[in-house]
């Protein structure tokens, strides 16, 4: 399991140099990349601050009806949360009391510069 303390969650966030909405982590299940920007678009909250919670915790799957998780990432999102009884997730944020919180893997730079620019596109195309 890897862990990071909260000031190096925020600083591999950071290092994304993307805009806060398209700060993104990776489904440990489904291998998805996704961002806030996803979240707001499936339909989980009107703005950042509404799926802020979701945000590397929760699957954009779980808006759009993706379904079960699947055994084989298939590019596409599933319905995985991690606040179920089973724990797949690779990444803990520890805090300062010392507790342990899951969250999906923080994308590379690229991933997240990539996944904003394909988002972009989305969005100008529609």
């Known amino acids: 399991m890897k862990t990071m303390t909260i000031p190096e969650f925020h600083a ?3 290092a994304q140099n993307v805009e806060r909405a398209d700060l993104a982590l990776v489904c440990p299940v489904c291998g998805t990349v996704q961002s ?3 979240l707001i678009a499936a339909g989980a909250g009107l703005n950042f601050e509404d799926v802020e919670r979701y945000l590397g915790f929760s699957c954009v799957g779980r ?4 379904g079960p998780a699947r055994k084989n990432p298939d ?4 319905n995985w949360t991690l606040g179920g009884l089973f724990q ?7 805090d300062d009391d010392g ?9 590379t730079p690229e991933q997240a510069q990539q996944h904003a620019l394909e988002f972009a596109k989305l969005v100008g195309a529609a």
Do not use: M, N
């Open 63 to 66: 808006w759009t009806d993706a």
């Open 88 to 94: 797949l997730h690779r990444l803990e944020v520890v």
């Open 12 to 14: 591999a966030l950071k």
């Open 75 to 78: 590019g596409k999102p599933c």
């Open 99 to 107: 507790s342990r919180h899951p969250r999906f893997e923080v994308a």
């Open 36 to 38: 806030a920007r996803d």
